[in-house]
């Protein structure tokens, strides 16, 4: 607690201070004189409004879309010409429902916590401890929810032994100071999908910034789960051209205001042609190739040194997540869940015009079938597995040492995916894919020396993996990434293989009935996240196609 006796002592101190020389006098107050802050009048922002604000803010913003982000993604959906790509809007748009009536997560990848505040300069602090080990203690408690636990995803000792911290603590916090009598907080989780595209450099004063955007979305391919927003912050120095792209991101989608009102600001009409050429590009929802791979372009800037133009890119994803509120002493934020009637009516058929493959009795032939875009539900048996299960099992099989007891990949599938753990009843908690290219390296040796069929992941896979995959006749298939309650809804049944120290990590057997997947990388190594693009932007007809 504040102790108002030794804020008054401060005070006087401060008054009737000596300084540096001569000896103490009174201060004589005088029209001119600043006074002190009246520590009364001050917003009092206690401590427990604090924290059960940003736990309350963390649960809320796991469930709940905000509602400017899912009507954008349904005028995008109704927009979409590309099949595949309206498949995977409608399986977003589906999922976002489906979690905010369960009340549970959109995606397994809960995200990372970023804290912005702006704290009043006329708000003092009810409380002794420091502000991030407040914050660190709502993340603690919204994400151990026994009614909605959320999935700890950070590892402590990135540069060791990457053990997790069990409770997705510690957040990433950014404070400043600023005028007024209130405490100005936005909590967002982005996932590590998006997060690790982000981009960064500094180009010439003469550089153009559409010419570096155009060309470095493509290179980020779809592991960041388009349809999404792009932040970017231009100027000031390089952690400040970092920090304005993610702030900028946790603004209202208003793309289609300023197409209607016209642009007033140079950041504008950037806005504009930027958001039509990245479009252009042909990218499309889950890369699948179509119309709409961003729903807005957001942009902030900052007087820069002449010799400069720092610029930084961050991309929030499918699974957009943030909310923002102010304290104002009177007690924690009250956030009102949205009404599902906003949530737009769009129905989705996961049988329509797909294949059945029964993953129990599929063989090496059956896969030389199957084309790139093809729509597979899978029933059957299959095993999870990602990064850190794929590193022991390899270093196993370089160590000629055996694979645990029970843990046998032949004529399996591996889908990549670190679930969130189930509640009430449930078999299993959101579980999507997570990106694929994270395994390449690992792909040839599982392909060669496991017996493994095939695998399940989000996103394009690199040469690397594309190269095994082709070499063995196997084949890569997606499911749609943060649509994750959705695809949860296929699994029947799960169980603990091998590592289960691994936590979300470990290997699972599932069992799952009719799972929608997309073919992406078929056994000859043709790829949809390269012909979808391609064709699409050729379609499109603003942006030449190279040819290779
Ligand atoms: S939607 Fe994709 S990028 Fe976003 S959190 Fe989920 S898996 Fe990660």
Same mark, same amino acid.
């Given at each position: 607690?504040?102790?108002?006796?030794?804020?008054?002592?401060?005070?006087?101190?401060?008054?009737?201070?000596?300084?540096?020389?001569?000896?103490?006098?009174?201060?004589?107050?005088?029209?001119?004189?600043?006074?002190?802050?009246?520590?009364?009048?001050?917003?009092?922002?206690?401590?427990?409004?604090?924290?059960?604000?940003?736990?309350?803010?963390?649960?809320?913003?796991?469930?709940?879309?905000?509602?400017?982000?899912?009507?954008?993604?349904?005028?995008?959906?109704?927009?979409?010409?590309?099949?595949?790509?309206?498949?995977?809007?409608?399986?977003?748009?589906?999922?976002?429902?489906?979690?905010?009536?369960?009340?549970?997560?959109?995606?397994?990848?809960?995200?990372?916590?970023?804290?912005?505040?702006?704290?009043?300069?006329?708000?003092?602090?009810?409380?002794?401890?420091?502000?991030?080990?407040?914050?660190?203690?709502?993340?603690?408690?919204?994400?151990?929810?026994?009614?909605?636990? @959320?999935?700890?995803? +950070?590892? &402590?000792?990135?540069? %060791? !032994?990457?053990?997790?911290? /069990?409770?997705? $603590?510690?957040?990433?916090?950014?404070?400043?100071?600023?005028?007024?009598?209130?405490?100005?907080?936005?909590?967002?989780?982005?996932?590590?999908?998006?997060?690790?595209?982000?981009?960064?450099?500094?180009?010439?004063?003469?550089?153009?910034?559409?010419?570096?955007?155009?060309?470095?979305?493509?290179?980020?391919?779809?592991?960041?789960?388009?349809?999404?927003?792009?932040?970017?912050?231009?100027?000031?120095?390089?952690?400040?051209?970092?920090?304005?792209?993610?702030?900028?991101?946790?603004?209202?989608?208003?793309?289609?205001?300023?197409?209607?009102?016209?642009?007033?600001?140079?950041?504008?009409?950037?806005?504009?042609? @930027?958001?039509?050429? +990245?479009? &252009?590009?042909?990218? %499309? !929802?889950?890369?699948?190739? /179509?119309?709409? $791979?961003?729903?807005?372009?957001?942009?902030?800037?900052?007087?820069?040194?002449?010799?400069?133009?720092?610029?930084?890119?961050?991309?929030?994803?499918?699974?957009?997540?943030?909310?923002?509120?102010?304290?104002?002493?009177?007690?924690?934020?009250?956030?009102?869940?949205?009404?599902?009637?906003?949530?737009?009516?769009?129905?989705?058929?996961?049988?329509?015009?797909?294949?059945?493959?029964?993953?129990?009795?599929?063989?090496?032939?059956?896969?030389?079938?199957?084309?790139?875009?093809?729509?597979?539900?899978?029933?059957?048996?299959?095993?999870?597995?990602?990064?850190?299960?794929?590193?022991?099992?390899?270093?196993?099989?370089?160590?000629?040492?055996?694979?645990?007891?029970?843990?046998?990949?032949?004529?399996?599938?591996?889908?990549?995916?670190?679930?969130?753990?189930?509640?009430?009843?449930?078999?299993?908690?959101?579980?999507?894919?997570?990106?694929?290219?994270?395994?390449?390296?690992?792909?040839?040796?599982?392909?060669?020396?496991?017996?493994?069929?095939?695998?399940?992941?989000?996103?394009?896979?690199?040469?690397?993996?594309?190269?095994?995959?082709?070499?063995?006749?196997?084949?890569?298939?997606?499911?749609?990434?943060?649509?994750?309650?959705?695809?949860?809804?296929?699994?029947?049944?799960?169980?603990?293989?091998?590592?289960?120290?691994?936590?979300?990590?470990?290997?699972?057997?599932?069992?799952?009935?009719?799972?929608?997947?997309?073919?992406?990388?078929?056994?000859?190594?043709?790829?949809?996240?390269?012909?979808?693009?391609?064709?699409?932007?050729?379609?499109?007809?603003?942006?030449?196609?190279?040819?290779?």
């Amino acid at each position: 607690m504040f102790n108002m006796g030794a804020a008054r002592a401060l005070f006087n101190v401060q008054m009737h201070s000596p300084g540096a020389r001569g000896p103490a006098k009174a201060a004589t107050i005088t029209a001119s004189t600043p006074q002190p802050p009246n520590v009364a009048a001050m917003t009092p922002i206690h401590e427990q409004d604090f924290i059960d604000s940003i736990a309350d803010a963390l649960q809320y913003i796991s469930y709940y879309h905000p509602p400017d982000f899912i009507h954008a993604v349904h005028q995008a959906y109704l927009r979409e010409e590309g099949p595949a790509a309206r498949d995977a809007l409608a399986q977003i748009l589906v999922n976002s429902r489906m979690c905010a009536e369960g009340r549970r997560p959109i995606c397994q990848d809960t995200g990372i916590v970023n804290v912005f505040l702006d704290v009043g300069m006329d708000v003092r602090w009810d409380t002794r401890r420091g502000i991030d080990e407040l914050v660190n203690e709502a993340v603690h408690r919204a994400y151990t929810n026994p009614d909605n636990p @959320l999935r700890a995803s +950070v590892v &402590a000792d990135p540069l %060791g !032994a990457r053990t997790n911290t /069990g409770d997705n $603590t510690p957040a990433v916090i950014h404070t400043r100071l600023v005028p007024g009598d209130r405490l100005d907080v936005t909590v967002a989780a982005k996932g590590g999908g998006s997060e690790n595209k982000s981009r960064f450099a500094i180009l010439n004063p003469s550089d153009d910034i559409v010419e570096w955007v155009l060309k470095t979305v493509p290179g980020m391919g779809a592991g960041w789960c388009p349809p999404g927003i792009l932040g970017i912050g231009v100027g000031g120095t390089a952690e400040q051209a970092m920090l304005m792209a993610k702030r900028v991101l946790m603004e209202p989608v208003d793309i289609q205001e300023l197409m209607d009102r016209g642009p007033r600001t140079r950041a504008e009409e950037l806005r504009l042609e @930027l958001y039509e050429k +990245v479009n &252009a590009l042909g990218i %499309g !929802a889950q890369g699948l190739g /179509g119309l709409t $791979t961003v729903v807005d372009v957001k942009i902030a800037d900052y007087p820069t040194h002449a010799a400069s133009k720092p610029i930084a890119m961050i991309p929030n994803c499918a699974a957009t997540r943030h909310v923002h509120f102010q304290l104002d002493g009177s007690g924690p934020a009250r956030l009102e869940p949205p009404r599902l009637e906003d949530w737009p009516q769009v129905t989705w058929d996961a049988g329509a015009g797909a294949r059945r493959v029964d993953l129990d009795t599929v063989t090496a032939d059956d896969i030389t079938h199957w084309k790139p875009g093809d729509t597979l539900l899978l029933s059957g048996k299959l095993l999870t597995g990602r990064d850190a299960a794929h590193k022991r099992i390899v270093e196993l099989i370089d160590r000629g040492e055996p694979l645990p007891d029970g843990l046998d990949f032949h004529n399996r599938f591996i889908y990549y995916v670190g679930p969130v753990d189930p509640v009430h009843g449930e078999v299993v908690g959101p579980a999507g894919p997570t990106t694929a290219t994270r395994m390449d390296k690992f792909t040839e040796t599982m392909l060669s020396k496991t017996g493994l069929l095939g695998m399940i992941g989000k996103a394009e896979r690199g040469p690397t993996g594309i190269e095994a995959i082709r070499k063995h006749h196997s084949a890569y298939l997606i499911a749609t990434g943060g649509a994750a309650y959705l695809v949860a809804k296929a699994i029947k049944s799960s169980r603990v293989v091998a590592f289960p120290e691994l936590g979300m990590e470990a290997v699972y057997e599932f069992e799952v009935r009719d799972m929608p997947v997309t073919v992406a990388v078929d056994s000859q190594g043709n790829s949809v996240h390269e012909s979808g693009p391609r064709i699409w932007r050729a379609k499109i007809g603003k942006i030449p196609v190279e040819v290779a």
